[in-house]
């Protein structure tokens, strides 16, 4: 039974739709277009056709940011996720005071990543940074330098390469653990905890528990932390530029940055737009692949 | 968490129960003690904000660094917080991030449950399209997009809104992409409208109510949780948003604190104090918001991780 005219709906998605044209799919689109031209906004826009891909293929700047994006993305991913899953472990317990230690834990998530990069800069700042004078004052100038195999020691975590990518991986990591967290721990939870009891009694031990029972039936919350983690592990504008500014010759960039560096700070909008056209088509890839491999290791209808 | 299954075990109930107290025990001190580790790499660096905030120009720069700031209990105690909210502007960066955060807030509210609304409830062509459209954009950050949405706002926005202020430098950039696009708040709002009983509309219906009626008065009132938690995460991601205040704020008056923090660095560079006091201002209003409404914001999270 209808109660509504057919073109009813469509109002209530307007507002949505006007947002996704305009600013989502409608940019996803149209930066295409301005990536086969070169553009300073100010004049108009010259036809190079797939001139800056040319260009951005041989630049080997491109390369090193790209390289340590996929760094960042290797490094981060897992990180937050064990770190997540160990946390949410740590605090699905009925103990005093745990919901202190989970609302301690979620905290860095909602904080002004500007607010805390600028704390952590202080931190590792080279000379008077808290991390260096411990570093030195524990381990000696020496055993640093085979520690980190560089004779450059303390070592500069905000511009040495690769120091500075370690530093913002692990602010972001720090950052975003406590979010994986809350995500695992409702999956934790979600789990029936009489399953859990039967397997205790056939004699399995905390880790068969968690591997043969917990992990399957958390898998699509686990799933969902993955591709969460993907998206996040692109989004790096924040924690670069407030820590390393696109470091000395880009060797603390990512793509992100450099969408911006290229398309705001040297008025190159093509140039800029051809380097999210790439960002775009690895991210699609990524999500493509995760979808793809989600049969094999997601259960299906678990609750 | 092995108490029920060792004594199930067991034979002898009252042996393995002495016995599981003392690992009980045990078990519980390793726990507490990891819990600490975590809580304390967790707090580090706002404890060192904060110690650093009470420094004087010259302590920050001592060596070894000190925990004990020279200035705490001292009458010049606050002097940093003075000088950062006053002649720093802050005050007013703090009152335009409210501003700015609070109408993202509502915009989003407002948009995502009128869509989610739509989705859960309505029946219309194209639904699965678009809805699949909607979540595949969230895959990609702003970054991506902002180019276009820059060269939009400033080629075609700016001049047609001239006559009530333009586009440029204004906060309309700032509030409108984020009113509008939700792709979170629309699932979110989805899943909580399907939760609701189906024979709430069917009654309505019958007593001749219309479609917007049925929204307004019997969905509206019963998703204030919902509603809740997405405004608050609006708000909070609103608050901390750094890449558009950076490409269409051009004057200071108009800076959001996040933002101002950042030209703040760049002006201050060494003046850590100084720049941490700022960054303490920066985040004091959303643990304030986050200590209050704590519960709105993780059950938000951890039902879209759920649901999805």
Known sequence: ?????????????????????????????????????????????????????????????????????????????????????????????????????????????????????????????????????????????????????????????????????????????????????????????????????????????????????????????????????????????????????????????????????????????????????????????????????????????VY | MATPSTLLRSPYPAASTFQSQATQAGRRAITYGLLIVFAVFTVFPFFWMVVTSFKSGNAIFELPPSFVPDKLFQPDMFDNYIEVLTRHNFIRYTINSFFVSTMTGIGQVITSSLAGFAFARLQFRGKNVLFGLLLFTAFFPTEVTIIPEFILGARVFDPLLEPIGGWMNTFAPLIVPSFMVGSFGTFLMREFFSTLPKELDEAAIIDGANVFRIYRSIYLPLSRPAMTTLFLLSFINNWNELLRPVLYISSREMQTVTMGLTTFQGEFESEWNLLLTGSIIAIVPLLVVYIFMQRYIVEGIATTGLKS
């Open chain 1, 1 to 301: 039974m209808r109660y509504y005219k057919p073109i009813t709906p469509y109002l209530f998605i307007a507002p949505m739709i006007g947002g996704l044209l305009l600013f989502r799919i409608g940019p996803i689109l149209a930066s295409v277009v301005i990536s086969f031209t070169r553009w300073d906004i100010i004049s108009d826009p010259i036809w190079l056709g797939l001139g800056n891909y040319q260009e951005l293929f041989a630049d080997d700047t491109f390369w090193r940011i790209s390289g340590n994006t996929l760094l960042f993305v290797i490094a981060f991913v897992p990180g937050t996720m064990i770190l997540g899953m160990a946390m949410a472990l740590l605090v699905n317990r009925k103990l005093r005071g745990i919901a202190f230690f989970r609302g301690l834990y979620f905290m860095p998530y909602i904080t002004s990543m500007v607010a805390v990069a600028i704390a952590w800069n202080w931190i590792f700042s080279r000379r008077f940074g808290l991390l260096n004078n411990l570093l030195l004052s524990i381990f000696g100038v020496e055993t640093l330098q085979t520690l980190f195999a560089t004779d450059r020691v303390p070592p500069a975590w905000l511009s040495d390469y690769p120091f500075v990518i370690a530093s913002i991986v692990i602010v972001s990591v720090w950052k975003a653990a406590g979010f994986q967290m809350m995500v695992f721990l409702a999956g934790l939870q979600s789990v029936p905890q009489t399953l859990i009891e039967a397997a205790r009694i056939d004699g399995a031990n905390g880790w068969q528990v968690f591997r043969h029972i917990t992990l399957p039936l958390i898998s699509p919350v686990t799933f969902f932390v993955l591709i969460i983690s993907i998206i996040d592990a692109f989004r790096t504008f924040e924690v670069t530029f407030t820590m390393t500014q696109g470091g000395r010759l880009s060797s603390g960039s990512t793509l992100a940055y450099g969408i911006y560096q290229n398309a705001f700070l040297w008025d190159r909008m093509g140039y800029g737009s051809a380097m999210a056209v790439v960002l775009v088509l690895i991210i699609s890839a990524l999500t493509f692949i995760n979808f793809a491999a989600r049969r094999r290791w997601v259960a299906q209808d």
